[in-house]
Every structure is written in C-alpha cells, then in structure tokens.
C-alpha cells in the first residue's frame, strides 16, 4: 500500500498507524488524511486485526494543520477560504474512524493540538506521555473544529469541561487532560510505548467478535434508547452462542486454561 506521511504496520494482531512528519511535529496534510483514511479501512477489513494504534513519529502526536505548507500553496484549500479536510477528503476521516468496529488507541507522545486533538477524540482510548500538551487552539487562529472535535469532546467530558476547552483554546498539560477524562492514563514518556502495547495486547487478548459488537452496540447506543439498545444486544447475545469463540470459551472455563480465540 503507498501510503504519504505515514508508516503503517501490522504486528500479530494490531495494527499501528504512525503519522510521520516528525520535522513539522506531525501537523497534518491533505496526503497524510487520505493514507490514514486509507490504513483505517484495511485494517478494519482485516480478519486478523483486532486492535488500531494511532502515534506519531518524533517528539509530537499531531500539532493541527500545517499552516504554513497550506499557506504556501497557491491552490490549497486554506488559500482558497475553505477547509483542507472538506475540501480534500470530504468528511470521510472522522466518519470512517467512528465506525471501525475495531477497538483505536490513541498513543499520545508529544502535542495533540486542533486537528492533532480531535484525531485522539476519535480513538477509543488516549494514552498519554506526561510531557504531551493537549489542546484545541481553533479560536486562537480564527478558525473552528471541523473534525467532530465540537461534538466528541461533549460527549467524552461533559458541556462544561468541553466549553473549557473549546472557548478558550488554552493547551493543557497530560496530568491536567486526564483529570478532566480527555486520557485514560498518563505515563513517563519512556513508558509510553510498552504500555500502549500492553493495552493493545490485553485487548487483542479477548474474543474479537465479542469486543468488536461490544464497541458497535456502546457506539449505537449513544443514540438511542435503552429499549433499543436492549433489543439490539439480545440480538448480539443469540448471534454470539453460534461462534466458535463461544464454545472455545466455555471449553476453556471447564478445562481451566486460557481460551484462544479465532475470531469465528
């Protein structure tokens, strides 16, 4: 797969997309949106993947647009008044990540700032490095998120946490973001990587299909009713009893070991 401003690898069963502009702390090009969308897919069609890193290269995470590369070219978007991201890949990046089914860590090892923060909102989890700063300077610039940050942040801390964030444009350090939900958890920056990849292991670990319908009815069920999202799981539950994972499960359980899922 050729893929721009980004490495993309598969290691067992995850699947690890790194944003690779280390020179520019990651910020984000037209090319770099296309590849990510691109690696997103296949690695959501992939059988044997059960679990997505999002990192960046170097020192930084993702720093937001690259103004200044946008700037210097006379037919890019930002030249012409409009978004990059509209304008280049329509809004299919955030769609496409919100609906893989597959559990997405974001693994942040330096400045999540704009787009770099609404790209880790769009992750399942966000693990932290305790030098990354994290933040949303879209109104310090004269601009707005235009990349589900204004509607993911809502949901992930709450109007006001979100309104602090948003209306403000300030940068937060790591320990800050967790005490307000935005990570799971913070680590020494040294520890970053082994612990993200202890995440991933742990859940690549458990029955993919289980996790992957988990992950589906939590999504479904931010928009809608408790009934309905009854109903929808009695649906999974009767599903789920014809796998093979389920009968390895309860082999397990009564041979007392570990069970190995296969997805199936």
């Not at 992750?123 to 589900?148: E, K, N």
């Not at 949901?155 to 979100?162: E, H, M, N, P, S």
Request: hydrophobic share 45%; glycine share 8%; proline share 5%.
């Amino acid at each position: 797969m050729d893929l721009q401003d980004l490495i993309y690898t598969k290691q067992d069963h995850i699947a690890i997309l790194t944003l690779n502009r280390p020179e520019r702390l990651n910020a984000f090009t037209g090319a770099m949106i296309e590849s990510i969308t691109r690696a997103a897919r296949d690695a959501d069609a992939d059988d044997n993947i059960r679990v997505l890193i999002i990192t960046g290269a170097g020192r930084g995470f993702c720093s937001g647009l690259d103004l200044k590369a946008q700037a210097e070219s006379p037919g890019s978007a930002l030249a012409q008044g409009a978004s990059p991201k509209a304008s280049l890949t329509g809004m299919a990046l955030p769609v496409i990540l919100r609906h893989v089914d597959k559990p997405i860590i974001a693994s942040i090892n330096g400045p999540a700032i704009g787009w770099g923060l609404e790209l880790a909102l769009l992750c399942d989890l966000r693990i932290a490095a305790d030098t990354a700063r994290i933040g949303d300077s879209h109104v310090q610039r004269g601009f707005v998120p235009d990349s589900s940050g204004q509607w993911m942040l809502p949901r992930l801390v709450g109007w006001a946490r979100a309104a602090e964030v948003m209306f403000l444009g300030d940068l937060f350090d790591a320990r800050t973001a967790e005490h307000m939900g935005l990570v799971n958890k913070v680590v020494p920056a040294d520890e970053l990587w082994p612990e993200t990849m202890k995440w991933a292991e742990r859940i690549a670990s458990n029955a993919p299909l289980a996790v992957q319908f988990v992950k589906r009815s939590m999504r479904l069920g931010l928009e809608s009713s408790l009934e309905m999202a009854l109903e929808e799981s009695l649906l999974r539950i009767r599903y789920m009893f014809q796998t093979e994972d389920a009968r390895e499960a309860i082999a397990a359980f009564w041979e007392k070991r570990k069970p190995e899922f296969k997805g199936r």
